[in-house]
């Protein structure tokens, strides 16, 4: 790999890694100013894949055309991985709803869905036999990683609540008026 290709390979992971990361507290700001909706949210993440994966795509396609061709095992296989990716949208937006914070479920979904993905690629590779016992032991720091966040996650007290002192003086003083 050359030297301008590998820094476009560094540059392209991090790109990745600051949307992905930033995926779960936006999609989470979004569906609590929706009022907690679970599909209101999931047709807005909808909308913007259209325009992201399928507009600005076609707009390239057609000015500077590319290599490749359309085959039916491909648009298969790419169509399953964007079902496997609207249906972990939908995940996410349910672990929301059900009153899960971005602080432990993208921890969770991102630390764990590495091992699903090393997993899958290595069953369709037939490489089992390369697998070694430090790479499984990565993959299972990974997960302990991830499980260890929901456990310590910081908690959300909710608002504080007054005493029943508080609440007689607010009554007391309200009665003047």
Not at 66 to 94: F, Y
Not at 106 to 125: D, K, Q, S
Request: with cysteine.
């Amino acid at each position: 790999m050359k030297g301008l290709d590998y820094l476009l390979v560094i540059a392209s992971i991090a790109l990745t890694a600051i949307c992905w990361g930033a995926y779960g507290p936006v999609l989470h700001r979004g569906q609590t100013a929706m009022l907690g909706s679970r599909l209101r949210p999931l047709f807005c993440v909808g909308m913007a894949y259209f325009v992201i994966a399928v507009v600005v795509p076609l707009l390239v396609l057609y000015l500077q055309g590319e290599k490749g061709d359309w085959t039916a095992k491909g648009v298969i296989w790419s169509a399953g991985g964007g079902v496997a990716g609207a249906i972990g949208a939908l995940g996410i937006i349910l672990a929301f709803n059900f009153g899960g914070s971005p602080s432990y479920v993208m921890p969770l979904v991102f630390g764990c869905a590495p091992v699903v993905n090393a997993f899958l690629t290595i069953y369709w590779a037939g490489s089992w036999k390369e697998v070694s016992p430090i790479f499984l032991a990565g993959l299972i720091l990974v997960a302990v990683g991830a499980f260890t966040v929901l456990f310590f996650a910081p908690k959300s007290h909710g608002p504080p609540r007054e005493s029943p002192g508080q609440e007689m003086v607010a009554e007391s003083a309200g009665e003047g008026h």
